[in-house]
């Protein structure tokens, strides 16, 4: 199993509320889902703990059959770096490098930069005239588009995406969420997809939805 959660619980330190009670899930390699749920429900707190950027009070979550729990926060990291990909609401991109610096970033760290590879992602997500230039000149389905390009560059086992199209109008946000999608089917990559759309979660063949601290 690619992803496997089993009963994973998580209460923010002073919080009276667990935000996560329990929490179990498998996903395939190459499965896709959609995670749905309001605000505050503990759908970013989720993406976390899967990847590695928190760990859980209790429970376990392993990927590739390797436990995140015992590993320290370098094990992780390596463990991030190599294998999950994870693409923020709020691009993160690194305003002093150009477009195709940020694509080779993280794929740098991980070592496995392949600039064809990283060629073929900004010509498809259509972003090769714009490889000089820097993220504050660009607009924001632009921006979000080399997010997507610098996650999957490393070439990510698991892709997580939390609400990548959230700051995109409607139909900005089909496009990106349609070139995603493809792209990620391609490489074969696991994928799970923060939305509050419910149109766009209704494209996914698969759904959870976080509600009182567990996925329904
Ligand atoms: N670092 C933190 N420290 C303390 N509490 C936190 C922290 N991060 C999140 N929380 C709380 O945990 C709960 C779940 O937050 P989370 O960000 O996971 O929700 P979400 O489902 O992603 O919401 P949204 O749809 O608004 O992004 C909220 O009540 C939030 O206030
Ligand atoms: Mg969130």
Redesign the pocket.
């Known amino acids: 199993m690619l992803l496997s959660l089993r009963e994973v619980t998580k209460t923010?330190?002073?919080?009276e509320t667990a935000?996560l009670r329990g929490v179990s899930l498998a996903l395939e390699a190459g499965g896709m889902l959609a995670l749905t749920?309001?605000?505050?429900?503990?759908?970013?707190?989720?993406l976390h703990l899967i990847g590695g950027l928190d760990t859980a009070d209790s429970g376990s979550v392993a990927i590739d059959g390797t436990d995140l729990t015992p590993l320290d926060d370098p094990g992780r990291a390596r463990l991030r770096r190599g294998t999950v990909g994870v693409i923020f609401q709020q691009f993160n991109l690194i305003p002093s490098l150009t477009v195709a610096a940020n694509i080779a970033f993280q794929a740098r760290l991980a070592g496995r930069h392949d600039a064809a590879h990283a060629q073929a992602l900004a010509q498809r997500l259509g972003l090769a005239g714009h490889l000089d230039k820097y993220p504050e000149q660009l607009s924001g389905g632009q921006q979000q588009r080399v997010a997507i390009a610098r996650t999957l560059a490393p070439r990510p086992r698991l892709v997580l995406a939390?609400?990548p199209t959230g700051n995109l109008d409607e139909a900005t946000a089909d496009t990106v969420f349609a070139l995603l999608c493809e792209l990620v089917a391609e490489t074969g990559a696991g994928l799970i997809l923060?939305t509050?759309s419910e149109r766009l979660a209704a494209r996914m063949r698969r759904r959870m939805h976080?509600s009182a601290g567990q996925l329904t």
């Open positions: 923010y330190p002073g919080a935000v749920g309001e605000s505050g429900s503990g759908k970013s707190t989720l939390d609400e923060v509050h976080l």
